[in-house]
């Protein structure tokens, strides 16, 4: 197998930003199918309650309303749950079943109740406003805590005190290894502890949601063309719910995704349920209100940790309770993030010898919430980075020196945790160090002293992180050549700004000698039949780059066969090189492109040459990368503003398959992790009612809130995939959240510190550094 060299070759243009810096790209709002209508969603306003009828008529017969489809019509179409979670291992879930069209109760502000369909969007939206739904409110809960008090509204009687998930732990926390922990915390030298808040988030990708419904009647089949994070997924979603067989997805370009784009959504079984009841095409595309209060949600945990250390300040056991909200019902994969992806990300950098992480998953009147750029990574991370910054203050020990003393060290990899993970590879002690040189850490104090004579506080962060890629491991790619000899590939992934098109056709073009422009590439679309898992999780480098080179091997080796029947010679005889394949010790070759044209036309008449379009899947393991990243902050102490004034980022990616995307990949999720840092929350407020669905009231970081970001690599080498590549999708945010938290407490004094949480607002910051008030 090819790998790649992690050198600044790598570093190129992106191949998509010509087209789409020109407005050439395809979006959900660009697809126009003949006759299409357009649809508007009547949605509850009350977070939770029954629906006592739902009155249509004055709406049907408005102008240019084609029809107006209730859960009636879902019903008819058996169309009654969209929800398809993954279990929880070791543990029962409950999974409460989501209609498309709500039909007894809404259980969240913005549940579709109804779809209205007409010649205009225009004509939908004010039909819609006419269909009158009489609701009898109930008392909604909607904070995690207060959702498992025994006096709380109760969501779903499967679900007691709104528990869906009560979880105990991967399997190797055994009672016993619950026994010990327990009994290391109240032995220990040192305890650290604190109580942590995620606060909930909203997406807000820059293109909001839409999609395009249609079907056919004579073939009795359903074509949706939607912005999704992968079309073969999410097809094999809506044929389950339709219980039908003929379902066609198709995702284009897509302006951002983040993981909220990745699974079923109630519009698309309306719209197609629609686009078959009514004969004609149905189109929708969400207003930035209705993302607020329908897209997924993010985040939304609590965390009770505690940290044990000896005399000497070595680590000796952690636990963590964490509570989470999901929701109203189950987004997938909502209960997988903050159970097991978060705890596959423990112990971090670090060796502790005993963790203990159980938890529970709490259902509330509020938007479902699934994954978000980490899914569980940021916050396991921040959890953690948290814990040990305060057992460095527990202990008096420097936070570096204690971060180093704990680190596992390179000769310990393959180091199985006490989670039971195998991290194959990385040398942490490197990256920290690496790290601290690339943000100047030894000047510091210097650098503290020039702000205090300013009058601002400053400090600074360090972010230690280990997260997992690749946990849906299979994918299929293929590879074919054209008429001409240019390079066609397939993925079944949708690229929503990793770059997949520079990537793939650049990993393909370096291994066959082909110029990248000879090089083309087809993905999104489910018709392809290329079995594996949508663009999440930062998986796409290791498993779509796996199956791609793996379909190249294959492929180069039928071109072999082919290039010994054309030089008249054993195909043993025969070496390829930079696109060419020569006959061993002469100069008699051919080239790859000539080689594809003559099986082109030999296929089936010469016994030697077969078709080079191959297909491949293959299943990889999964990755850890892992970094460290170091923030530096002012924090003027008379408005509680907080500028970050430089930020350092070191990361072991495994091999880089492009430098320029990596770059970018950090910036952009680092961007994320700022925002949720000092800015983001999602409000509800205690009627259930959102009070941030607006970009007035919902705070986005913007070009003047980032610092210029420094960013270098550390790459060694994973050993579960051929290509040696980690992935970096998610590394910005996982890393960059307690690195700005962290240094925004090293700024003010301690006893300010443990009073705050995420988000660190001025003004949540400067009310907590006023003087106490005497009592």
């Known amino acids: 197998m090819h790998v790649p060299q992690n050198a600044d070759q790598a570093r190129s243009v992106r191949i998509e930003d010509d087209y789409l810096l020109r407005g050439q790209g395809r979006f959900s709002d660009d697809v126009s199918l003949p006759g299409q209508g357009y649809a508007a969603f009547v949605r509850s306003p009350h977070a939770f309650a029954r629906i006592a009828s739902v009155d249509a008529e004055a709406a049907r017969g408005m102008p240019g309303v084609v029809g107006v489809l209730t859960a009636a019509d879902m019903d008819a179409a058996n169309a009654t749950n969209i929800t398809i979670h993954p279990p929880v291992a070791g543990a029962k879930l409950y999974v409460p079943p989501r209609p498309p069209l709500a039909k007894d109760r809404v259980l969240h502000v913005g549940q579709a109740v109804a779809m209205v369909v007409a010649d205009t969007p225009y004509q939908a939206i004010e039909a819609a406003e006419n269909v009158v739904v009489e609701y009898e409110p109930l008392d ?128 698309y079984i309306a719209m197609l349920v629609g686009a078959k009841v009514l004969g004609r095409p149905v189109h929708w595309m969400s207003t930035r209100g209705e993302a607020f209060t329908s897209d997924n949600e993010a985040r939304d945990s609590i965390c ?48 502790i010898p005993r963790i203990d992480v159980q938890g529970r998953c709490v259902l509330t009147n509020t938007i479902p919430v699934s994954a978000y750029r980490g899914a569980g990574r940021p916050e396991a991370n921040y959890f953690l980075e948290r814990l040990v910054d305060k057992a460095a203050e527990v202990t008096g020990i420097d936070r570096v020196s204690l971060r ?75 590879v074919a050549f054209s008429e001409t000899g240019d390079l066609q590939i397939g993925v079944g992934v949708a690229s929503s700004g990793q770059g997949h098109r520079t990537v793939f056709a650049e990993l393909a073009a370096r291994r066959l000698g082909l110029d990248v422009g000879e090089v083309g590439m087809k993905a999104g679309d489910s018709d392809m039949g290329l079995a594996g898992g949508p663009a999440v999780g930062s998986r796409s480098a290791q498993s779509v780059g796996t199956a791609l080179s793996r379909a190249i091997d294959v492929m180069l080796e039928k071109a072999r066969k082919a290039a010994g029947s054309m030089l008249e010679t054993s195909e043993s005889d025969i070496e390829f090189s930079n696109g060419q394949f020569r006959i061993v010790g002469t100069d008699r070759s051919v080239s790859l492109k000539e080689v594809a044209r003559h099986a082109k036309a030999r296929t089936g008449q010469d016994p030697a040459v077969v078709s080079l379009d191959t297909t491949e899947k293959i299943d990889t393991g999964l990755t850890f990368p892992n970094g460290c990243h170091v923030a530096e902050v002012e924090v003027d102490p008379q408005t509680g503003e907080v500028a970050v004034v430089s930020y350092s980022a070191v990361d072991d ?87 700005i938290v962290n240094a925004i407490m090293d700024a003010i004094p301690h006893e300010v510190a443990d009073t705050l949480d995420m988000p660190v607002t001025p003004e949540r910051l400067w009310r907590a550094l006023q003087p106490r008030q005497a009592s």
């Open 140 to 267: 909604p809960v909607t904070d995690l805590r207060a959702a498992t008090e025994a006096d709380a509204p109760l969501l779903w009687p499967e679900a007691p005190r709104n528990v869906a998930l009560d979880w105990g732990g991967v399997e190797a926390n055994t009672p016993d290894n619950v026994k010990a922990v327990d009994e290391i915390i109240r032995g220990a030298t040192h305890v650290a502890r604190l109580s942590l808040v995620n606060q909930r988030m909203s997406g807000v990708p820059m293109e909001t949601r839409g999609a395009t419904a249609a079907y056919d009647a004579g073939e009795d089949s359903y074509l949706l063309h939607v912005c999704s994070q992968g079309s073969g997924p999410l097809r094999g979603a809506i044929a389950s719910v339709l219980g039908v067989q003929k379902v066609r997805v198709i995702t284009q370009d897509v302006g951002g995704g983040f993981g909220i784009k990745a699974g079923l959504y109630p519009e």
């Open 304 to 351: 009770d940790a505690e940290l044990a250390l000896d005399e000497k300040g070595k680590f000796l056991a952690l636990r963590m309770r964490v509570v989470s909200n999901l929701g109203a019902y189950l987004a997938p994969p909502g209960a997988l993030i903050q159970t097991t992806s978060m705890t596959r990300c423990l112990p971090g950098m670090y060796d």
């Open 404 to 478: 180093k003393r704990n680190l596992v060290k390179p000769r310990a990899m393959p180091y199985r945790s006490a989670i039971g993970n195998v991290i194959d590879s990385g040398d942490f002690p490197a990256v920290v160090d690496h790290a601290l040189q690339l943000a100047d850490y030894d000047t510091y104090k210097q650098r503290k002293r020039e702000s205090a004579k300013r009058g601002k506080l400053r400090g600074v962060g360090i972010s230690c992180f280990l997260e997992h890629s690749g946990a849906t491991p299979f994918e299929t790619a293929s």
């Open 653 to 739: 990616s495994g091999v880089l398959l492009n430098r320029t995307i990596v770059e970018g990949q950090i910036q952009g999720g680092v961007a994320q992790g700022l925002g949720q840092a000092l800015m983001e929350k999602t409000v509800y407020n205690d009627d259930g009612q959102i009070v941030t669905a607006s970009f007035m009231d919902y705070a986005m970081p913007r070009a003047e809130d980032l610092p210029q970001i420094l960013f270098e690599d550390h790459p060694v080498p994973c050993t579960t995939n051929p290509l040696g590549v980690k992935g970096v999708g998610e590394a910005g945010t996982t890393g960059s959240l307690a690195a």
